[in-house]
């Protein structure tokens, strides 16, 4: 704490808001903004962490997207992340805190074409609009980190990584069935796809063939999955489940069956299952309808009748065909396929319920024991056959599958055996023995969908050339830069606009100088925000996309806050980036995050705000009606963080009395700053201290809430002690509220730093240190003890914490309205749990 002499004015005992000489938000945040911004007090400085000074912290938030200004879900998010960056920097840490903009992406795009500007002109804008609001906000972001991913020096090194990715063949290009937005005229991967519409726009989703580029995630699956174990404890269990099953893995055999074709050849065909050893009850194969196989095995009578139902499957999305409530469709393709364990001719189906990317596209059905499988043997009339008895009904007759062990039946060499996994053992060692197929691990996950056909992102810096293929773009040529187009020249057309701009495709082949042409795609937008957190540590560095060195300097993210939403994209992306990194001796660390806090979303009225509901919460009108500290504490105090928040059930009016009880304190203290706190109120100073220690319990556990409330207790108790006696002179009432000041910093910035000042401090307070404290205020010199006759309250005692039972009963005995309430009747049982409770029970 600092020692100044006191300021004059500290004595000022007004205080309602609106009052002359009162407690004024909105003159506050005039005040102090531009002080900060002439402080720069929470800029990250690398020499303090290497000198040893500070240990580091680097705690990272969500990555705004430019549309509009700020609103109650950032201002939601960030008062959180903001407690916890806040209270590491009054704990001594050195903390990296730093704000970007995720700023490529349709929306800007989008705007551009109906207001016929250049995207820039959008995305900037908004920019700067969010950023004013971010400082108006008070928020202890360091500001010279800043970055956008849309400049040409961000880019560059988005371009620079694709080319790494590519060098070590994790990127490549395929042609494949893939989800297209109709209205937005670009693919989507399969998790920007929402109950088959398009996550941006609504739009429902269809299929399309396309040549497009991908990342080879599927490379990193196992690892993907393992390094969770670094995660437990520190991620929400809900995030690791996530990902887990988005992931996917499951362990079974790769089974080949013989396709019998049309024209009397045979083709081998290899189906992935988990359940190889229920392949006696497989009675039909299905193909994925829009697979390239179905097409190429269909008999020819069955070519017309499969190509409309085509036409009809790639309307849906992934996720509809897999939905479990979808009727079942398909039609036959004139084919059957020999079952390798009993040599059964089964007839081969294309249906939309087995994807094209999946394995091979092809599944063998055994419907008794899969539901989907059941289902689309139900509706075409396909035989079922049970192999596994569970005791439950038989689901030829209840349709309805059994899935769990049992005892096996119809089964050749099985039947009798009820050992799950022996049967599989069996099964899938027959199988090798006759060169029919082996054991096998599965993954959901596929691999990472990048391009899009539209302008407002990183161009792919790649040159298609005919003699050579695809040639990287060199290094010292980066980064390709986006021409100028804008409105009209953006809007889609089946195909990236940059198609259209034939001055810039065109260019020679960086290999053999004869004619190419650009790769006109760009780059999914979760790209860019797949490594942002590593540059954070080198901004502005033009060598490279970051320093080694200033990566096992900051690395990785101690705790990254945001939404629940990025479970799977954001996460999983940079989860991945970080791990091809690794391994290319950049990075030391395997994880990005090593910690991370969901926050809830803020809604009114029960429901998500919305125009058309009428229930919309406009952030700005909030700030300017109740100031920022309210509507910040009132934010953070409204729950734990993961919880929603329902504006229509919190008080921001009462976060505002609040702080004017907290403020008009600061104006009650008579005693010097450095005053001697030992010769103040003891229980005031104990009041103060076990606050202190709780509220770093609290913090550190994100109850954020709960620190708030004891902070409130603590102003409680001052006033009281200020009132009931005590003084404004007294070093503990001093003590109390340069505590209440540090407690608020966390939260209420302008008050906490008005407080600070008016206690004759320097600023700032949010550099000011956790107050130390002193363990021998937290022992407590007694307790109350509570003594019950029949169960009903008589007396209470003020006894030694480490009372023992029998002098606690002695004590509780000899007490004159016990005695008296007693009386003549006889003591049956005297019960007693020292230090807080003696029952007697009187007969």
Known sequence: MDDQTPRTDQVDRTGEPGEPGGYDPKALQEKWLPVWERLDPFRADDAVVDSGEREKKYALTMFPYPSGDLHMGHAEVTALHDVLARYWWQRGYEVLNPIGWDSFGLPAENAA????????????????????????????????????????????????LFLKLHERGLAYRKASPVNWCPNDQTVLANEQVVDGACERCGAIVTKRELTQWYFKVTDYAQRLLDDMAQLEGRWPERVLTLQRNWIGRSEGAHVEFDLHLADGSTRPVTVYTTRPDTLYGATFMVVAADAKLAAEICAPEQADALASYVEEVRKASDIDRLATDRPKTGVPLGITATNPVNGEQLPVWASDYVLADYGTGAVMAVPAHDQRDLDFAKAMGLPVRRVVDTGEDDPAESFVATTGAGTYVSSGPLDGLSDKAAGIQAVVDRLEADGRGT??????????????????????????????????????????VLPDLKGADLKPKGSSPLAAARDWVEVPCPRCGGPGERDTDTMDTFVDSAWYFLRYCSPGNTEMAFDPADLKRWGPVDMYVGGVEHAVLHLLYSRFFTKVLHDMDLLDFTEPFSAQLNQGVVINQGKKMSKS???GVNLGEQLDEFGVDAV?????????????????????????????RAWRLSGDVASAPGADVTTGDVALRRTTHKTLAEAATLVEGYRFNVMIA????????????????????????REAVEAVAVLLSLVAPYTAEEMWERLGHEATVGRAGWPTVDPALLVEESVTAVVQIQGKVKARLEVAPDVTDADLE???????????????????????????LVNVVVG
């Open 113 to 160: 074409i109906k207001r016929d500007e250049h995207p820039s002109t959008y995305t900037y804008a908004n920019i700067e609009t969010q950023a004013g609001s971010f400082r108006r906000y008070g928020l202890s972001f360091d500001w010279s980190r800043r970055l956008h991913t849309s400049d040409p020096e961000y880019y560059r090194w988005t371009q620079w």
């Open 439 to 480: 054991r096998a691990v599965n993954f959901r996950l596929r691999d990472w969908l990048l391009s899009r056909q539209r302008f407002w992102g990183a161009p792919i810096p790649i040159v298609h050339c005919a003699a050579c293929g695809e040639v990287p773009v060199p290094e010292s040529e980066l980064p390709v």
């Open 613 to 615: 509901l009428g229930n």
């Open 632 to 660: 910040r504490l009132t934010l953070v105090f409204a729950g734990p963080p993961e919880d929603n928040i329902d504006w229509a059930d919190v008080s921001p009016s009462g976060s505002l009395r609040f702080l004017t």
């Open 710 to 733: 004891r902070t409130m207790e603590l102003v409680n108790a001052t006033r009281k002690a200020i009132d009931s006696g005590c003084g404004p002179a007294d070093p503990a009432v």
């Open 810 to 836: 002695a004590a509780a005995m000899a007490d004159p309205a016990v005695v008296a309430a007693i009386g003549d009747r006889t003591v049956r049982k005297v019960i007693v749990r020292a230090p807080k």
